[in-house]
């Protein structure tokens, strides 16, 4: 059955919330813990029914915001999914106060209920008012930039389709597709900042009924943060801006001096070759089939899995109008399948986010395969994120299925590209940080904040010539900050640990697939800590763990400049 066949039914939230409530008062009146396992497993299938429908409808959605049907839905899904959170929370507290907890934990592991236990702290049913306001403000944030029709190059674009533009060999016309992308949002500027100052209030008032101090406490309860605190994440910020901006200043510099000018502007950023940036060869269909023969090759696990995404029609990945930003993987667990969304525009990114959303995909499948319990199959983002950045680079045998000659070309421009993303993480994490510190910030004081963190993480750029990005204004394009806060600091974190993978991998892939097979399969029944220090990696977070992975790449990127 193709996706586009999988049936949709609005969940009949009153029904779930009844079978719930008997679940749970059942649950509490057992006699053993074999009888709360077999709850427990009712449960669950409960959940991955309600999951599906809601990711099914939360896909269609993004496919096309403008779908009225599906646009309704997505608002009414979201308008419940608190609600139903509440009723979810009654059988958390029984299963983490069960009298069998002891034998419950050698079923399902101590993680499992440690997880809850944060969860616990991060939701009260007097946040859900709260909670539905949240997700309007983030829709409208997403409908309004998927709005964007911009007049460019005697076409309508969205801000996707934009990017090509943004690579171009003429400096010309990539400040002038910098200034229309940055114009989208200077033309929409008080609309959205006033949805962000509603959100920061929102969410600050959320941390202040559960009793917190701000809502980077509360960030860390909700991203179920299991084995590092605030001050590490700190730490690790510390480290980048000490091992890795260097460097990066380097690579800046160099790719100056390859596109033939004195310094970088904004517009300069991402076109790194006089001769053009690398460009996938072929048409989309072609691409796409570039990609089955690479995974049908890699090995037998990820031929299974790509035939499996080709047979269900598991992808959208042409930017089109009113189809939503960025890429993401979604699972549908009661058809045992992940799906995943994109928004190709002919730059190297397509297949950068191919491979990235398909190591999603394929955590997915195998967590599906491997690990018997539903609630033991998704680690914390910073795990899951390892998966598909780590899927990036070792694809790499197979880039020239997509790059042909430019290959070389593709590979400096991704390790570059990986160097170069991970201060900019720490960047909007740190903004972030900084500003659910200070809720009664201006709008006008955040962009402050905004260009004096990019002094810090990318003094290697120049915003002087378009407003959008002069201003401060950068944070307001980047989908995470309004949509999932403190998310995007898994990111950096994952990167350290893909260039890792990507290093063993050139001394020997095979050993290093098979150490990723073996990460891969950990699924959610270790914390992020334990998988990569059990996995013989260097943890991010420890003092000194930059140094060696930044000094590897600096190594790779001084002997293969172009």
Not at 8 to 29: A, C, G, H, L, W
Not at 305 to 322: A, E, Q, R, T, Y
Request: proline share 4%.
């Amino acid at each position: 059955m193709k996706f586009s066949e999988f049936p949709y039914k609005r969940p009949d939230y009153q029904q779930v919330m009844e079978e719930i409530s008997n679940f749970t008062e059942q649950f509490r009146n057992t006699k053993s813990a074999d009888e709360q396992l077999a709850i427990m497993k009712k449960m669950e299938k409960l959940r991955i029914d309600l999951y599906t429908a809601m990711n099914i409808c939360a896909i269609r959605y993004t496919i096309n915001t403008k779908d009225e049907f599906y646009s309704a839905e997505q608002e009414y899904n979201e308008q419940m999914s608190p609600v139903l959170g509440d009723k979810l929370q009654e059988f958390d507290k029984a299963l983490v106060a069960s009298p069998f907890r002891k034998e419950l934990e050698q079923v399902y592991g101590s993680l499992m209920f440690k997880n809850i236990e944060i969860s616990l702290k991060g939701f009260s049913s007097e946040l859900i008012p709260l909670i539905q306001e949240e997700s309007q403000l983030v829709q409208q944030y997403q409908k309004l930039c998927a709005s964007a029709q911009i007049e460019f190059d005697g076409k309508t674009c969205n801000l996707a389709q934009l990017a090509p533009y943004q690579q171009d060999s003429d400096r010309a016309v990539r400040k002038a597709a910098a200034q229309a992308y940055g114009g989208f949002f200077d033309e929409h500027q008080s609309e959205i900042e006033d949805i962000y100052d509603k959100l920061v209030k929102n969410r600050t008032e959320q941390a202040h009924k559960l009793g917190l101090s701000n809502y980077v406490e509360m960030a860390f309860l909700l991203r179920t943060r299991n084995c590092y605190q605030p001050q590490d994440i700190a730490n690790f910020r510390r480290q980048v801006v000490e091992d890795i901006v260097p460097v990066n200043n380097e690579i800046k510099r160099r790719q100056a001096e390859r596109i033939g000018v004195d310094h970088l502007h904004i517009y300069d950023n991402t076109y790194f070759f006089a001769d053009g940036n690398p460009l996938p060869h072929g048409t989309p269909d072609e691409l796409m089939e570039a990609g089955r023969q690479m995974y049908t090759e890699m090995s037998p696990q990820t031929a299974d899995f790509i035939k499996m995404m080709f047979d269900h029609d598991l992808f959208d990945v042409l930017s089109k109008d009113g189809k939503a930003m960025g890429g993401y993987c979604a699972n549908l667990p009661l058809y045992h399948v992940p799906f995943i969304f994109a928004n190709w525009n002919g730059t190297a990114g397509d297949v950068d986010v191919l491979t990235h959303e398909a190591g999603h995909a394929f955590a997915d499948y195998m967590a599906d395969k491997y690990i018997e319990h539903f609630d033991l199959h998704s680690p914390t983002m910073e795990v899951c994120e390892s998966h598909s950045m780590s899927m990036e680079f070792l694809t790499a045998p197979w880039h020239h299925l997509f790059f042909k000659e430019d290959t070389d070309k593709y590979e400096l421009f991704h390790a570059e590209s990986a160097m170069t993303f991970i201060p900019y993480g720490c960047q909007v994490d740190h903004f972030q940080e900084s500003v659910y510190s200070h809720p009664e910030w201006t709008p006008a004081q955040r962009n402050e904040e905004w260009n004096r963190l990019e002094k810090l993480y990318r003094p290697h750029i120049d915003n002087s010539d378009v407003n959008f990005y002069n201003r401060g204004a950068t944070w307001q394009r980047q989908l995470h900050i309004f949509e999932s806060p403190f998310y995007y600091i898994d990111y950096s974190l994952a990167q350290m640990i893909s260039l890792q993978f990507w290093t063993l991998s050139m001394h020997d892939h095979k050993e290093a697939w098979e150490k990723y097979l073996a990460f891969v399969k950990l699924g959610g029944t270790k914390t992020f800590v334990d998988i990569v220090r059990d996995s013989g990696l260097l943890c991010p977070i420890d003092d000194g763990s930059l140094k060696t992975t930044v000094h590897d790449i600096k190594e790779w990127l001084d002997s293969h400049q172009i």
